[in-house]
């Protein structure tokens, strides 16, 4: 399995900023998913965040909100821009583990707090 | 992302009890259904899978039961332990495809 870090673990943030949060693997991985799980939520799928070209954007997802890179295959940011309280989510990495098994592990999330 | 629906909310069990949770869903060309286990304050892991090619899986307590003709399959946890407290979600993916649509969760307690 991936061990999957994810940084910050938590913040609170200002109306109005922007955040960018770390999602490092410890292994070279093809897929790389950001999820967010709102407060009780069900887990909601931002986008697929690929290798070298754009992430590719659920519908309700917008790069101008949620910029992603991922300059590497163990590495990818995500960065919720402009936050509004409405944003108050824990923010989730996660990768495919390989082999078209359709098994995704989760980082620990990063729990974003915007006041 | 098509719908997948999860039932009970939440449930209380007592230890050594019998946890059922059920899961629907509609879109035909699913074909990975996977059962995640969340603690507060941790990222979802997964607990046990299936593929509609088998009606039932066990691992351990847990098992997985599915009924492809009613698009249906759930999680039964038997002999409930207190260790077992936590949010349950069920997905849904299709194809070589990655991207799980999740219910939206239930929330087990399992009392001593």
């Known amino acids: 399995s991936a061990v999957i870090s994810q940084k910050p673990s938590r913040d609170i943030c200002q109306r109005g900023t922007s955040l960018t949060i770390q999602c490092q693997v410890d292994s070279q991985v093809t897929m790389m998913f950001w999820y967010r799980q709102q407060p009780g939520q069900s887990l909601t799928l931002i986008a697929t965040?690929?290798?070298?070209?754009?992430?590719?954007?659920e519908s309700g997802f917008v790069i101008d909100k949620f910029p992603i890179s991922r300059p590497n295959l163990t590495f990818s940011t995500l960065t919720v821009s402009n936050m509004s309280p409405e944003d108050s989510s824990i923010y989730l990495c996660s990768v495919g583990a390989g082999a078209n098994t359709g098994e995704l592990f989760f980082g620990e999330g990063s729990r974003l707090t915007v006041l | 992302q098509q719908q997948v629906k999860q039932s009970p909310q939440s449930l209380i069990v007592q230890k050594g009890g019998i946890s059922i949770i059920n899961c629907a869903y509609e879109n035909t060309a699913f074909d990975y259904f996977p059962w995640y286990q969340q603690f507060p304050g941790k990222g979802p892991a997964l607990l046990i899978a299936i593929r509609p090619d088998v009606s039932e899986k066990k691992e351990g307590r847990f098992t997985i039961s599915f009924n492809k003709s009613a698009k249906q399959f759930s999680l039964h946890i038997m002999d409930s332990q207190p260790g077992d407290s936590a949010t349950y979600f069920c997905?849904?993916?299709?194809?070589?495809?990655?991207?799980?649509?999740f219910g939206k969760g239930t929330l087990l307690t399992v009392n001593p």
């Open positions: 997905a849904a993916s299709g194809g070589s495809n990655y991207k799980l649509t």
């Open positions: 965040a690929n290798q070298g070209s754009e992430a590719t954007y």
